[in-house]
């Protein structure tokens, strides 16, 4: 699923999300760091810019290649790794990241227990996750309720604190942070383009379901996105919800 679409047109949209993210986790010059499902390399290149020495891991091949060459120059280096098994030693990294990433894997307490394991006592994981409400939600079950391989619905507990405090469990002391991203269009039809041609769930979902079945999909998503109204400069603004999450390892 993450091999299709246009993930580096995604990836610029997320950026700045990966950008608070290294900063509120404290990055600095030196510091181990690892960014787990890092996709293209976003939070992975923010801190290798901060000064860091950066391990960023990916279980799609395509991210891989995508995220090597979109670092290249840089003090990254790419590794192959399910977040659930992470190939790296106990409290190998000072500061370990997941942008977005790490709260699409299966089993969440087992993914929160191997960011733990692989960050020293006193290091901190750092995880930005998409809060699950308003027009972002309402897009996204559009996909889940016609492709069954879609990301779980699970992932959206990481955008709830008490949630991800129960993931994390005792050994950790919790704070998080609420942020929003926000996307301008000419219109929203322009956001639909972007949406069908860039995130690799909506590229699958389109090619899985037929054309048929995706335009019933694309008049059901405009009409969510018309019910926003324009942006106060003009045009439309897609304004994502997401959870900043700072647990430090005691």
Do not use: C, K
């Not at 956001?191 to 860039?198: A, I, K, L």
């Amino acid at each position: 699923m993450w091999a299709g679409g246009d993930y580096g047109r995604v990836a610029e949209r997320l950026q700045p999300a990966a950008d608070v993210l290294v900063a509120a986790a404290g990055v600095a010059a030196g510091e181990r760091v690892l960014d787990v499902a890092a996709g293209t390399g976003n939070a992975a290149a923010a801190a290798a810019t901060a000064g860091a020495q950066v391990t960023a891991s990916d279980l799609a091949p395509a991210m891989l290649a995508l995220g090597r060459e979109r670092t290249r120059g840089l003090a990254v280096e790419w590794v192959e790794a399910d977040a659930q098994d992470l190939p790296f030693p106990d409290g190998a990294f000072d500061r370990t990241l997941s942008a977005f990433g790490a709260m699409f894997a299966p089993d969440p307490q087992r993914t929160a227990a191997e960011l733990v394991r692989v960050t020293r006592p006193g290091g901190v994981v750092a995880m930005a996750n998409w809060i699950p409400e308003g027009a972002q939600t309402a897009v996204s079950d559009l996909l889940v309720r016609r492709l069954p391989q879609a990301p779980s619905a699970m992932a959206e507990h990481w955008g709830d604190p008490e949630r991800v405090q129960g993931f994390f469990g005792p050994g950790v002391e919790l704070r998080t942070a609420r942020h929003t991203l926000r996307w301008l269009y000419p219109d929203a039809e322009a956001w639909w383009d972007y949406m069908e041609s860039g995130p690799p769930p909506f590229v699958a979902a389109r090619a899985a379901i037929g054309e048929a079945e995706w335009a019933r999909v694309r008049e059901q998503a405009l009409a969510i996105a018309r019910d926003l109204g324009p942006a106060p400069e003009g045009g439309f603004a897609f304004e994502p919800p997401y959870l900043v999450v700072l647990a430090r390892r005691g």
